[in-house]
């Protein structure tokens, strides 16, 4: 059973919490802390699974509260639920909080959020993943412009000229956003020179898809150059992966899951990159002196690789459970059954397929044989489709150059 610290100094915000959530207390043990010391006295006391704490307390308030715990325990989900007033406080001064949640919070969002937290928990239950995750220190926010998008479309009623304004306020992803819109990828007959007509034409879920990676990429930028990384290869091999999975046929309610899974896929190598340099130069070069890829360097090192690195971190940020699970599984898809192409499938073939189509105009020594991962595809039902995906990952290059 799951255990839950609930975070208050106002014992009616408590007694609130203890009612609103009675429901629950057959799946989770749940523990209500007036306060900051109480709260830490608790924990001393007995583990717990997420705490869930407000900001404004007196003595021990919610930022100092998050960074003690984050350093005692970090394996403890670290939730804050806040009034609206204090949210952009919140999010400036603790930067070590999972997630964000706004008081008024109904009794599912907090279930959803708290469920959300665990289930990706208990997919990457690696202990040295979470020590490697908390080794990051600064723990990276979500991006700006995303999260702005994704506050302003939980309305449904918020027009498309609120949504264009929040992305021109950045000029950078502005600018990108309309490069892509107007790629072959989209298919738009004639040229799109304004957010408000990008955002009429390519729909909210794929422009905040855009958004997110161009963000993601512009942000975790390294801090120094690194010995056989490249940020301009790793964004294009996203790219490519995303346009290749977006080809797929997986289901249709899957398809926007599909393209954003391929385009984040490799997230982890940029926060290995950003934040832990020294290690992913190593492993960098071991691969490169082996002739095999990263991933297996990885996984023969700490146990684990990028692609789990990349999916808490996109899990803690609230994405889709379907996003994460991809990203997690794009190097391991046969860690789940699978019944039908899915979106864990569609962005484990995209992916090696762009290696593949990446190796056919390179003159360095290929790493990704498609053969010798036969026997994944046949596992995953797709044995078959392989050499029809081939050809048409073949084609997007071609595609992707007519900007």
């Known amino acids: 059973m799951r255990r839950v610290l609930f975070v208050d100094d106002e014992q009616r915000i408590l007694d609130g919490l203890r009612r609103m959530l009675r429901a629950q207390r057959h799946e989770w043990e749940m523990a209500f802390a007036p306060g900051g010391e109480a709260a830490l006295a608790l924990m001393e006391a007995a583990p717990f699974d997420v705490i869930v704490s407000d900001m404004r307390m007196p003595g021990i308030d919610g930022a100092t509260l998050l960074c003690q715990v984050r350093e005692l325990y970090p394996h403890v989900v670290r939730i804050v639920l806040s009034g609206h007033t204090e949210l952009t406080t919140a ?72 949504v264009a304004k929040i992305i021109e306020r950045d000029v950078g992803v502005s600018a990108k956003v309309l490069q892509l819109v107007n790629s072959a990828f989209f298919g738009i007959p004639h040229s799109i020179t304004n957010i408000q007509s990008a955002v009429s034409y390519l729909g909210i879920n794929t422009l905040k898809n855009l958004v997110l990676s161009v963000e993601i990429f512009r942000a975790f930028k ?52 950003w934040k832990l340099s020294e290690h992913f130069e190593q492993v960098l070069a071991e691969a490169s002196g082996e002739r095999c890829p990263v991933y297996t360097v990885e996984e023969r090192q700490d146990g684990f690789s990028h692609a789990e690195i990349g999916a808490y971190l996109l899990g803690l940020w609230g994405l889709p459970y379907a996003v994460v699970e991809a990203v997690a599984l794009h190097h391991g898809p046969n860690r789940v059954p699978h019944q039908t192409i899915d979106t864990i499938s569609a962005v484990y073939a995209a992916n090696l397929l762009a290696h593949e189509v990446e190796q056919s105009s390179s003159a360095e020594q290929a790493t990704y044989n498609l053969e010798s991962y036969q026997e994944e595809f046949v596992a995953l039902g797709i044995g078959e489709l392989i050499p029809e995906w081939r050809c048409v990952a073949a084609r997007v290059p071609d595609l992707m150059a007519e900007v």
């Open 91 to 162: 999010l400036r001064v603790v930067p070590v909080a999972h997630q964000f949640l706004a008081k008024p919070c109904d009794a599912e969002m907090l279930r959803v959020a708290i469920e959300r937290a665990c289930h990706l928990r208990a997919l990457l239950n690696d202990e040295s993943i979470r020590r490697t995750v908390t080794a990051l220190g600064h723990l990276p926010s979500v991006p700006r412009t995303y999260e702005a998008l994704t506050v302003a479309l939980a309305d449904p009623d918020t027009p498309l000229q609120s």
């Open 222 to 273: 390294p801090q120094k150059e690194l010995p056989g990384f490249s940020l301009e290869k790793l964004q294009y091999h996203a790219q490519l992966a995303a346009h290749i999975a977006a080809r797929l046929p997986v289901p249709k309610h899957l398809a926007d899951i599909a393209v954003v899974a391929g385009m984040l896929h490799d997230v982890g190598k940029l926060i290995l990159a």
